[in-house]
């Protein structure tokens, strides 16, 4: 049981280049979520989705998209990276919001140059 | 909007001592959270608060939630090198928002 996973660990993009995040879950979790973390402001919600085939924006969503083609995978895309994207960014999942604590995958580094 | 804020950011204690981090919010919720996180590494959920006056306890942690007064504190007794961490609460609002709102968290340094 490998809970949350993501791919990949480390990257560092020019500016204007294109990347994809993936976070997969193998405990048949409803509910993702990606999240930026930054020195000094907590986690940030960026989308996050309720069931395969939905997405909703969270907090800070400009500059990125996603898609959850498949229950156990969450999918989150720069299309034209910024500066201001080098960030450590983290998938969560949960089975339930009314009981249920989310779980961390262990997170990627991304540089932004 | 939910606002979630938690004092100290910055904590620096002795070992063998007690403190309590603080986490007040901003709206109705029934359902706070806390994690852990150590340098470099991932969250980890610590404990999971319900209700008005759940109170939870693991180890030398012991987290409540006062809803009346939007307050929940993590009480560290007899601190140790190994509670070095930061210290993370995460509130859901009332009415099952599926999204959590994170305090900035609470970086802890136990000393010797």
């Known amino acids: 049981n490998a809970g949350v996973t993501q791919t990949p660990k480390f990257r560092v993009l020019k500016t204007g280049q294109s990347m994809t995040l993936l976070c997969a879950q193998d405990?048949?979790?409803?509910?993702m979520y990606w999240y930026r973390q930054d020195p000094g402001m907590g986690l940030r919600l960026i989308h996050y989705?309720?069931?395969?085939?939905?997405?909703a924006k969270g907090e800070v969503p400009d500059g990125y998209n996603v898609s959850r083609l498949k229950k156990q995978n969450f999918l989150l895309g720069l299309e034209s990276a910024a500066p201001s994207q080098t960030s450590v960014y983290f998938c969560?999942?949960?089975?339930?919001?009314?009981?249920?604590?989310?779980?961390f995958g262990p997170g990627t580094r991304l540089t932004v140059l | 909007e939910l606002k979630v804020e938690q004092n100290p950011l910055f904590l620096s204690m002795q070992e063998g001592k007690n403190y309590t981090i603080y986490c007040n919010y901003s709206?109705?919720?029934?359902?706070l959270y806390w994690y852990r996180q150590d340098p470099g590494k991932s969250l980890e959920s610590l404990f999971v608060?319900?209700?008005?006056?759940a109170v939870k306890q693991e180890g030398r942690l012991m987290a409540s939630l006062d809803t009346k007064a939007r307050l929940s504190t993590l009480h560290i007794t007899a601190a140790v090198h190994d509670l070095s961490a930061t210290y993370f609460c995460?509130?859901?609002?009332?009415?099952?928002?599926?999204?959590?709102?994170f305090g900035k968290g609470t970086k802890l340094t136990v000393n010797p």
């Open positions: 969560a999942s949960s089975s339930s919001p009314s009981v249920g604590t989310q779980y």
């Open positions: 405990m048949n979790h409803e509910y």
């Open positions: 989705s309720v069931g395969e085939g939905t997405t």
């Open positions: 709206t109705t919720s029934d359902r």
């Open positions: 608060l319900l209700s008005n006056g």
């Open positions: 995460a509130v859901d609002k009332r009415g099952g928002s599926e999204k959590l709102v």
